[in-house]
C-alpha cells in the first residue's frame, strides 16, 4: 500500500499490487524476507554486517483459485526467477550502519549469491560463506578476504562460535540445500554433507 486512506480505515493499493490483482507478471523486490538468512551486529563497531541477494522474485495471480492438495504448491501464484548470465552481480556482502543505512563497505558476488548468515566475533572478523563452497573470515573493517578454506559443498548455514578447554572453536555446515541456492548452483557445486570446525593451533 501507499498510504491509508483516513476516511475508509482501508490501505491504498501500489500500482504494482493492482498490476497483480490483474493477472500481470510482476517483480517483486527484495526477493526474500529480512529474516531469511541471519544478519551480525557488532556493539563495538556500530555496525550490522549481511549477505544479500539482487535477484526478484517474479511472480503471477492465477486467474482461478487453485485447489488445495496436500503437499503440493496450491497458493494460486506462479513464481520464477530471471534467467542468469556469467558475470550477473547476484548479490554483496555488506557492513551497514543501522541508524543512518550508510553502508561502510561492500563485496560484490558474481555468478552466485550467498544464502549464509554472517557470524562477527570480538576479534574483529566476520566469518560467512559461499554457495561455491568457501568458507571465509573478513576484516570487519574493510570486508577483505582475510583466510578462506574449500569445505567441499555450499555454505548455506550460519557459523557458530564457542570456547572448548579454553580455546575458541568455530563451527560450520557445508551442504546444497534451501531451493534458492539449489536454483542456482545444482549440478555445479557438489551435493556434500559435512561439519567443519576451526581452531588456531597453539603455538
Known sequence: ATHVDLETG?????????DF???E??????????????????PDTGLIYST???????????????????????????????QVEPGDLLGHIVAIDPLTGEKKWEIPMHDFPSSAGVLATGGGLLFTGKITGEFVALDEDTGETLWEFQTGSSVNATA???TLDGRQQVTVASGLGGGLANRYARGLVPAGGSIWTFALMPE
Open 160 to 162: 557458530i562460535t564457542y
Open 21 to 23: 490483482l490483474a493477472g
Open 25 to 42: 507478471e510482476v517483480y517483486i523486490w527484495p526477493s526474500r524476507g529480512t529474516n531469511a538468512v541471519p544478519i551480525a551486529f557488532n
Open 10 to 18: 482501508r490501505p491504498v493499493l501500489t500500482d504494482l499490487y493492482r
Open 52 to 82: 544479500t541477494w539482487h535477484v526478484p522474485r517474479i511472480q503471477r495471480l492465477l486467474p482461478e483459485p487453485q485447489e488445495f492438495v496436500l503437499g503440493a504448491s496450491s497458493t494460486g501464484v506462479t513464481n520464477r526467477f530471471p
